[in-house]
């Protein structure tokens, strides 16, 4: 079931979706990128449709409201403690296939490995409904047919992506409740006419790896991690763009000389950075960039799916985008293909 819309029509979709959601979406922020000439796109809370940006993939992904980058947690004093507020009002978070499956590995970490949960994103996910961006095409950099998270069936309300009228969206869930009324009336009286509709999907990209199925023990001592010790220099954008990334640090900060009061913040933190795996004593497991980035690649597409039997990396290429040395993740998984197959006897990987 499904509607082609005007860019109007979308606009009052958009605003009645307002009346019940906080609505977060892709937004092109003109001339804030890494030059003054170049444009950024992250997720932002949009009011109106023609914030919301269909055509190009974001550079930061959607995880951003469900772990922010800077989270207080709690505030404390000497005998107590109180976790921070945050409105209950539902959001809906609009996002592409790829970015769906990166929702499943964010709550594997933080749902579903180990007997408790995590009572601040479990919170904030509870909050949350998803609109599909459909993907006529892929974008620089992707492989998501690669790593299998180029469709998706389900969890999202309904989709949408540009047509040559406005918008094109299908439903999903057309019952479902949006209010003073159900998602399918909501469209049905701002369409222009109602159309068969199915989301796209891409059936392939220009870049395309193929994942190991095994790894020797000898690729943590194999040389071709040495480039990057001279090329990457430990930024951390491949970290903090990418929608699979989970890792956090805890900052305490005290309003009083005495460190009595204060607040518990998480704040993002980046296995690619200097200090991550810094321990007590002065100790720090992986000091050159080049053990980094084995750890960074070996736990996205072998480490990961060891524990959890699926791969880590969804294949959204945003930090090939990002990477300001220009360092190809794609490449390095086929380095790694070859040097596995090479120590395994395999000929051309297999
Ligand atoms: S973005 Fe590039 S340079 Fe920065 S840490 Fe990642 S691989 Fe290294
Ligand atoms: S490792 Fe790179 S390609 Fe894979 S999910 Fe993260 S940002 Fe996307």
């Known amino acids: 079931m499904g509607y082609v819309l005007s860019n109007d029509g979308f606009e009052q979709v958009i605003q009645s979706l307002g009346q019940k959601y906080r609505l977060f979406a892709p937004v092109r922020k003109k001339g804030a990128g890494r030059f003054t000439d170049i444009d950024v796109i992250l997720y932002d809370e949009v009011k109106h449709a023609d914030e919301i940006e269909l055509s190009a993939k974001s550079d930061y992904s959607f995880k951003e409201f469900l772990t922010p980058l800077s989270e207080t947690l709690f505030f404390f004093t000497e005998s107590q403690c109180r976790e921070t507020e945050l409105s209950e009002q539902p959001v809906l978070i609009f996002l592409r296939s790829c970015d769906l499956h990166a929702l499943r590995r964010l709550d594997q970490i933080y749902l579903e490995n180990g007997p408790e949960k995590d009572w601040f994103y479990m919170r904030r996910r509870g909050l949350v409904s998803f609109a599909l961006i459909g993907c006529p095409e892929s974008f620089e950099n992707c492989f998501c047919a690669s790593m299998g998270t180029n469709r998706t069936e389900d969890g999202y309300i309904f989709s949408v992506e540009p047509d040559e009228d406005g918008v094109r969206c299908s439903l999903a869930e057309p019952s479902a409740d949006v209010g003073e009324t159900s998602l399918d009336t909501l469209f049905a009286e ?12 891409v059936t392939e ?7 190991p199925d095994k790894v020797p023990a000898s690729i943590l001592k194999d040389p071709l991690w040495d480039e990057y010790t001279v090329r990457c220099i430990n930024c951390g954008r491949c970290n903090f763009v990418c929608p699979t990334c989970t890792c956090y640090t805890m900052q305490d900060v005290y309003y009083t000389d005495n460190g009595k009061v204060g607040e518990r913040r998480r704040v993002g933190a980046s296995c690619m950075v200097d200090g991550y795996t810094n321990v007590a004593g002065g100790g720090q497991y992986r000091r050159t960039n080049g053990e980094r980035m084995r750890f960074k690649v070996l736990h996205k597409i072998v480490d990961f799916r060891k524990r959890f039997g699926y791969d880590m990396c969804v294949g959204c290429g945003r930090c090939d985008d990002v ?7 794609t490449n390095i998984i086929k380095k790694v293909l070859g040097a596995s197959a090479k120590e395994n006897g395999e000929v ?3």
């Open 348 to 350: 051309n990987g297999k």
């Open 205 to 211: 990209n220009k870049v395309k790896v193929e994942i």
């Open 323 to 329: 990477c300001p040395e220009y360092i190809s993740y």
């Open 190 to 201: 701002n369409a222009l006419r109602e159309a068969e509709v199915a989301p796209s999907f």
